[in-house]
């Protein structure tokens, strides 16, 4: 029963990540730093705390008696992972919600199984896996096998892109995708792939606060919510700074008060961007609650949001008069892409 509760906590959690972009398509008049940011404040800086503040209550207590290296380096993946979150919303916008999310996520769910256990080997630690086990034992293989399916995958989802871009005259591609532009886009997806990964290790970093909520009583459902108030200023930082300089370089700040484009509503689905967003990881700790924060929790949350992304590509039309072959080259590319989460999880329900 624990495991079916994560597995429906982690679709939960897939939905709302493979969605949270659908609402910044409704802004209208703003540029993409724009809307960006203020939906960040909501993901990064509001809504985390509200949800601390509702199921793990004295949190900030918690914050402060943690001590500051651990602060330190939760922080300091969340930094990183900020470049991935920065990247990630540049990916779908030149590549669309189905290829953009395929190639982001397939390396995100590639780095997140892999890195770890290459850190583990050089650090070791009670319990984690090393890139040894990895490499000696039969579940090992079968994690890595499914690694490096998901690349081949990747490569198959990239070269429908190529297909794409070489069938479709510019004007149909900007129907489905208004910014479409494939080296661009697959450049700074596989770049967001892998530094999306650190807020795994984030979360990891940040176990004493989650262990600490469950030593005070809290729910161990909600455990990590207090580590990501911490891990999300990091990448709070790196996203708002980045926006900023974006601001300045296009002078773009008369944006957020520019009476010309409907701003009540702007703000409003960029703020439900924002929240949706964080949706994700709020039911993602609610999952590795049951399943354990390994690489099946990380894995199998990949694998959703893939799969509800890829059906939002498909109700927007994103492959609208592609040829057969292209199409079937999409769909054989986001298979291969879950057949590598498949092999990844069941090589790490066959670790001992």
């Known amino acids: 029963m624990q495991v079916i509760l994560g597995i429906i906590f982690h679709f939960i959690g897939g939905f709302a990540s493979g969605s949270f972009y659908m609402p910044y398509k409704k802004v209208k008049g703003w540029h993409w730093e724009n809307y960006w940011i203020v939906g960040g404040v909501f993901s990064w800086l509001i809504v985390p ?3 601390a503040w509702l199921t793990v209550p004295g949190f900030s207590e918690i914050i402060k008696a943690t001590p500051a290296h651990t602060i330190q380096y939760t922080i300091l993946f969340g930094v990183l992972w900020g470049f991935g979150g920065l990247t990630y919303g540049l990916g779908v916008r030149y590549l669309g919600m189905s290829l953009g999310n395929s190639v982001v996520l397939g390396f995100c769910s ?3 199984a892999l890195v ?14 090393t890139l040894h086990d990895l490499l000696h034992t039969n579940w090992g293989i079968i994690v890595l096998l499914g690694v490096i399916v998901c690349l081949v ?4 989802c990239g070269r429908a892109g190529m297909l794409k871009e070489k ?11 208004a910014e479409f532009n494939l080296t661009k886009g697959l450049v700074v997806a596989i770049f967001s792939g892998i530094m999306s990964a650190c807020f795994n290790f984030g979360i990891e970093a940040g176990k004493p606060m989650a262990e600490a909520a469950v030593k005070a009583g809290m729910n161990p459902l909600y455990q990590n919510n207090v580590t990501y108030v911490v891990l999300l200023w990091g990448g709070l930082a790196t996203n708002f700074i980045w926006c900023m300089i974006l601001n300045v370089r296009n002078k773009t700040f008369g944006d957020y008060t520019d009476s010309k484009a409907p701003l009540s509503k702007n703000y409003f689905f960029a703020a439900l961007a924002g929240t949706t967003w ?10 590795e609650s049951k399943l354990g924060n390994g690489a099946s929790s990380w894995i199998l949350h990949m694998a959703f949001i893939i799969l509800v992304a ?12 592609v040829s057969s072959k ?7 590319g986001i298979l291969t892409i879950l057949l590598s989460v498949l092999l990844v999880g069941i090589g790490n329900s066959l670790k001992p």
């Not at 292209?326 to 054989?332: A, D, G, P």
């Open 310 to 321: 890829n059906a939002w590509g498909i109700a927007l039309k994103e492959w609208k008069g």
């Open 116 to 129: 770890p256990s290459v850190y583990y080997n050089f650090f070791p630690a009670a319990g984690k896996t």
């Open 153 to 156: 995958g990747i490569y198959i």
């Open 167 to 177: 069938e479709l005259p510019d004007a149909e591609k900007k129907k489905s995708v």
């Open 278 to 287: 964080f949706l994700q990881f709020f039911f993602y700790g609610m999952g």
């Open 110 to 112: 590639a780095f997140g």
């Open 49 to 51: 705390p509200l949800a």
């Open 326 to 332: 292209t199409r079937t080259t999409i769909t054989l």
